[in-house]
């Protein structure tokens, strides 16, 4: 398969690569930090075959393991074995076009209701699970990165299951939601947890103001918030022909907020000015109010408008956005307050602030003379009140990935560590690993792990300690 696929792809990291292979010693330039033993795992869409159509966001997950280890470093990936995976290898041809859409001359009874698990990869009760947010978690195997089928946790969960499940690092209980929980296209969510030894806890449903799709939910010590925001589902539209996802700001932006220990009952509905957000940093609770860190845009990017017209580039970027919620208020509005002009996405802090104020956050920024995508070029280093603490930028045209947080030990102070970061080289179309000293951004990269080939731009990743 050729390493392009549109010209939009040639000129920036998207395009897939069409192998899987193993490095055992790679090549370090500077010197990789001793605290660091384990690997990062990545996860990302990169199809087998063009399917003509296709969205990004529906591409073959392929997975990229860097293993560090005594200063040493190795990597393999592999593609997720998906039902689907599998139909097309053996077909040699693309047969979906994503969102479900079958392409002519599929063969009968070939489906791809698996997902292509393409998004997210995270460790939790002892597994290892591959995610996206159509359908259930793959449970991968850590070494080899083979595919050990989906986990239903015996049957205990049913339906989609999202890319950001968020792990309280208090209890270590998972939380999880789903949309389209009712079937494609509709405005069902379902939402539960998963406890710390592996076991279902909590498996429920609501209905939301309309189907939407909701990438990321928002967890704090004792709420849930579900962010109901304009990319919206319509399977009317699906049936004929148009975009089954577009955004439609006039349905405005809706978060739900509910007990942790409540029910759908219980639901709060707050509203607000129509918004996109991806993916949350984090969020707390400050007395009888709820603050959430997001990375914002005024309007969603990669979807069009129902009629197929584009959305506005310009409104179609991410910034550092804080959403406050106030619980005991008369009101049903909650404040959209930007914290940075910076174009930004990715957002991460140290895990074991998840659901707690933080005071060190992390994000890729983008250069504002490219488009959102593809052009995240550098990094920020962020206190709890949003001020800037460092950053630091690329060489031109060079790209990076979402920064991984990893601490420099079990008793080691909030945002001390390491950050870990796939960096794409432009010039020599491959990549690095680059490795940055939390307390120093600025200074750039501690150690670059080099190999030979590209990780295409893909989604998210997390740190497995060797532990």
Sequence with gaps: MPDQVTTETARTNLAPIPMECDAPHLKVTGELPRELNGTLYRNGPNPQFDAPGAHWFVGDGMLHAFHLENGRASYRNRWVRTPKWLAEHDAGRAL??????????????????????????????????????????????????????????????????????????????????????????????????????????????????????????????????????????????????KPPYAWEPDKGAYVGVM????????????????????????????????????????????????????????KSRARYCRWTFDLAGN?????????????????????????????????ACANPDLPMFGALSGIVHVNGNGKRLGHYLLPAGDTISEPVFVERGPDAAEGDGWLLAAVWRARENRSDLAVFNTQDVEGGPVALVHLGHRVPDGFHGNWVGAT
């Design 96 to 241: 979906f076009g994503g969102f479900g859409r079958k392409l002519p001359g599929a063969p009968v009874g070939t489906t791809d209701d698996g997902g292509v698990a393409n998004t997210n990869i995270i460790f939790h009760a002892g597994k290892l699970l591959a995610l996206e947010e159509g359908h259930l978690p793959t449970e991968i195997e850590p070494g080899t990165l083979n595919r050990l089928g989906y986990c239903d946790y015996k049957g205990a969960i049913k339906g989609p299951f999202t890319a950001h499940p968020k792990i309280d690092p208090v209890t270590g209980e998972m939380v999880f939601f789903g949309y389209n929980a009712a079937g494609p296209l509709t405005p069902a969510l379902s939402f539960g947890s998963v406890n710390a030894s592996g076991v279902v806890t909590r498996f429920d449903r609501f209905e939301a103001p309309y189907a939407s799709m909701v990438h990321d939910f928002i967890v704090t010590g004792n709420h849930l918030l579900f962010p109901i925001l304009p990319i919206t589902g319509s399977m009317d539209r699906a049936m004929r022909g």
């Design 259 to 314: 007990k942790r220990n409540g029910s759908p009952a219980d639901l709060v509905w707050f509203r607000a000015e129509s918004c996109y957000v991806f993916h949350i940093m984090n969020a707390w609770e400050e007395n009888n109010r709820i603050v959430a860190d997001v990375m914002q845009f005024e309007e969603a990017p990669l979807f069009p408008h129902p009629d197929g017209s584009k959305t506005d580039p310009q």
């Design 331 to 363: 009101t049903d509005r909650f404040t959209q307050t930007y914290l940075d002009e910076l174009t930004g996405e990715f957002p991460r802090i140290d895990d074991r602030r998840a659901g707690q104020a933080n005071s060190h956050g992390w994000y």
